[in-house]
């Protein structure tokens, strides 16, 4: 079983920066390609960044190219996702996920384990 725990969430201003952290453990990190989606309320989860089991290669969905950067750490078993210029509209749950895949997934049916989320709120 893989478990997932996302953190740094939080209220943010317009134009601000946020670091979310998601700790894994039950399983080899670095097995596993990473993603992050994002879900606000009345919306279908949405692809926000995903990342090879190196990090070697990462992808971003059309909201977060340019101001969202998706990164690793496999010696501690941490995914980040550094989030800069925040906009009202990033407003959502952040979830992280663990992908079996070899390739880069950007639908949630790509993924096979969860976190619970972390709430991002971006108002001033």
């Known amino acids: 079983q893989v478990q997932l725990v996302e953190s740094g969430g939080g209220l943010v201003q317009p134009g601000g920066s946020l670091r979310l952290s998601c700790a894994a453990s039950?399983?080899?990190?670095?097995?596993?390609?990473m993603g992050w989606f994002r879900q606000a309320p009345g919306k279908e989860r949405e692809f926000v960044a995903a990342?090879?089991?190196?990090?070697?290669?990462?992808s971003y969905g059309g909201s977060a190219k340019g101001r969202f950067t998706v990164s690793r750490d496999n010696a501690k078993n941490i995914l980040y996702l550094q989030m800069n210029n925040l906009k009202r509209e990033d407003t959502a749950s952040y979830y992280c996920?663990?992908?079996?895949?070899?390739?880069?997934?950007?639908?949630?049916?790509?993924?096979?384990?969860w976190g619970q989320g972390t709430q991002v709120t971006v108002s001033s």
């Open positions: 996920a663990a992908s079996r895949d070899w390739v880069l997934r950007t639908t949630p049916s790509g993924y096979d384990y």
């Open positions: 039950g399983h080899t990190f670095s097995s596993h390609a």
């Open positions: 990342i090879t089991r190196s990090g070697g290669s990462t």
